[in-house]
């Protein structure tokens, strides 16, 4: 399994953008959950969003809840992260990450996923 990120880019503060998580090759387990993560420099990595596949079940980080959504487009193996008013504080290169045996609980945690896109860098500006 690979995964790809993209969509990142500058913005404004307030602004918006979309980015994207493109899987290709398949899980046994067809349990698959995707999350997205960031991280800004000198900081550790954290939980964004993530998404259940087969259930459309989503969980997000309470600092973007009601500005941030994730989706999934099953026909694409494509997991979005649609990012609204954006803040200077969400700069970081944002990953997104999968893997097909985890529990409702531990979908916050980097740990826990197996297989990692390469990041893209969102970076907004005051």
């Known amino acids: 399994v690979q995964l790809q990120a993209s969509g990142g880019g500058p913005v404004q503060a307030g602004g918006s953008l979309t980015l994207s998580c493109a899987q290709s090759g398949r899980f046994v387990n067809r349990r698959i959950v995707v999350g997205w993560f960031r991280q800004a420099p000198g900081k550790e990595r954290e939980f964004v969003a993530a998404?259940?596949?087969?259930?459309?079940?989503?969980d997000y980080e309470d600092s973007v809840k009601g500005r941030f959504t994730i989706s999934r487009n099953t026909a694409k193996d494509t997991v979005y992260l649609q990012m609204n008013s954006l803040k200077p504080e969400d700069t970081a290169v944002y990953y997104c990450a999968a893997d097909s045996t985890l529990i409702r609980s531990s979908w916050s945690l980097a740990s826990a996923y197996d297989y990692w896109g390469q990041g893209t860098l969102v970076t907004v500006s005051s």
């Open positions: 998404i259940a596949l087969n259930e459309r079940t989503t």
